[in-house]
């Protein structure tokens, strides 16, 4: 299974983007996917998961009210709406399967993709 992430890209603040993340070889039908964030010189946060079935979201503390986090079942695809973008939104973003469904064993990863936000 591979986890493809794009959508990231050099944006002003206030603007919106939209990442994806594509899952290809496999599915998480019974499990979660989430994306993740890090920026220069700091600890990788969690941003915000779901369970494949939709029925459960939860979000990072620092995003709550900007970030929206959805899924395209027929596409096998995940996606993360930013809004209001900040220079503090700044990082590379990483998609991520959790096998498991629990939304804490995160054990799939794709490649990040960069998000710089100017001010």
């Known amino acids: 299974v591979q986890l493809q992430a794009f959508g990231g890209g050099s944006v002003q603040a206030g603007d919106s983007l939209r990442l994806s993340c594509v899952v290809s070889?496999?599915?998480?039908?019974?499990?979660?996917m989430g994306w993740f964030r890090q920026a220069p010189g700091k600890e990788r946060e969690f941003v915000a998961g779901?369970?494949?079935?939709?029925?459960?979201?939860a979000y990072g503390e620092s995003v709550k009210g900007r970030f929206i986090i959805s899924r395209d079942i027929p596409k096998n695809t995940v996606y993360l709406q930013i809004n209001r973008l900040k220079a503090e939104d700044t990082a590379v973003y990483y998609c991520a399967a959790d096998s498991t469904g629990k939304m804490n064993e995160y054990d799939y990863w794709g490649q990040g993709t960069l998000v710089t936000v100017s001010s």
């Open positions: 779901l369970r494949w079935n939709g029925i459960l979201k």
């Open positions: 070889g496999g599915t998480f039908s019974n499990g979660a």
